[in-house]
């Protein structure tokens, strides 16, 4: 099965009776696996998670740590980025030349890299000497 169809099949059970707006995402891990999350809603709207933290949370909790691609559909006239958060968290589990390619159920894609996704994301060397280091 393809990123793309993982994230288009997964996105079908998404919990979005809110905003009815439902999001799937796929990541391939480095082993090869993928991954799967979809949004999930709360009626306090900050208490939901979007479909990539979802997807993200199933490839650490698989003991997994590093994303090598990633897909997002929607249902959207046009390509639907992920969101500062998810953007943020993408850069924690990828290097900046991961592609991102985003897609809507209709057809149109785009294809970007987590860096130009996130210029200037803030990473383990702004935490500075001693904070966070293997050794």
């Keep these: 099965m393809s990123l793309l169809d993982a994230a288009r099949d997964v996105r079908e059970n998404a919990y979005a009776p809110y905003s009815h707006f439902k999001v799937g995402a796929a ?41 090598i691609e990633v897909c997002v559909i929607a249902d959207s006239p046009t390509p639907v980025t992920p969101c500062g958060g998810c953007r943020q ?16 159920v209709d057809g149109p894609e785009q294809v970007v890299t987590v860096a130009d996704l996130l210029p200037g994301a803030f990473g383990l060397g702004h935490l500075g000497q001693g904070h966070g280091e293997k050794g």
């Design 27 to 67: 990541v391939r891990a480095a082993s090869g696996t993928v991954y799967v999350g979809c949004n999930v809603e709360n009626v306090a709207y900050p208490e939901g998670t979007c479909a990539e933290a979802g997807a993200i949370a199933a490839m650490v909790a698989a003991g997994e740590t590093e994303i």
């Design 89 to 104: 968290k993408l850069a924690e589990f990828s290097r900046g030349e991961v592609t991102v390619r985003m897609a809507t």
